[in-house]
């Protein structure tokens, strides 16, 4: 359910450089690989996302951490998953909040159509509603899902985004750098390495 949310100003951050003239800089540690907070408005480019398989692994710290598996091949795909387990589909969807802060949600894709729960549509409501309108969501225990706010007018203080400046794929490889496992790395890929504890992938 998308309900209405009635404020009557937004603080914002304003990030522009006066006078410099020159093209603001994009680092890993400026977009987020994570869904928004709950305390953020934001919205979601409107276009396709692309869409990875994710691998549970322990990171450095020894917390679980959602890992992308960037390749075209998907008999590589396909035997690094089954040799890992605990893998998830999702799609990325590039959102900037408010703020003008750069993050991914990587929304989950059910593993068939017979089998789905209400974070996982309401998920996809949020992302959907929010490539037309500002959105803020918020966590509904009680119905297992996220609620939807939209704003009940117009409202100034929010800023008009820019989406040209960096692109869907900058953003997507930005939101996942030193996570990636590919090809290139995988047999040095710490992590990935730990959990198959020998395990050889065969593609």
């Known amino acids: 359910m998308i309900n209405k949310y009635n404020f009557d100003a937004i603080q914002q951050t304003n990030e522009e450089v006066e006078g410099l003239g020159g093209t603001a ?3 890993a540690s400026m977009v987020s690989p994570n869904k928004p907070t709950r305390t953020e408005w934001f919205q979601v480019r409107n276009e396709k996302p692309i869409t990875l398989f994710f691998l549970t692994l322990k990171d450095a710290e020894g917390k679980d951490n959602k890992f992308p598996i960037f390749s075209e091949n998907k008999k590589f795909t396909e035997a690094l998953t089954t040799a890992a387990g605990n893998s998830l589909e999702a799609e990325l969807y590039h959102y900037q909040t408010s703020n003008k802060r750069h993050g991914i949600w990587p929304v989950t894709i059910p ?3 017979k089998y789905t729960n209400r974070w996982l549509s309401t998920a996809r409501d949020a992302v959907l509603t929010a490539q037309q309108d500002w ?3 918020g966590i509904d225990q ?3 899902c996220y609620s939807i706010a939209i704003p009940q007018k117009e409202m100034d203080s929010f800023p008009k985004l820019d989406w040209d400046t960096h692109p869907y794929f900058e ?3 930005k939101a996942f750098e030193g996570l990636i496992i590919d090809k290139d790395n995988y047999l040095e890929h710490s992590p990935l390495q730990n959990h198959l504890a020998g395990k050889n992938v065969d593609f």
């Open 142 to 144: 009680a119905n297992s």
């Open 135 to 137: 959105v803020r969501i």
């Open 111 to 113: 593993r068939s159509n």
């Open 25 to 27: 800089l994009l680092t």
């Open 171 to 173: 953003i997507v490889e």
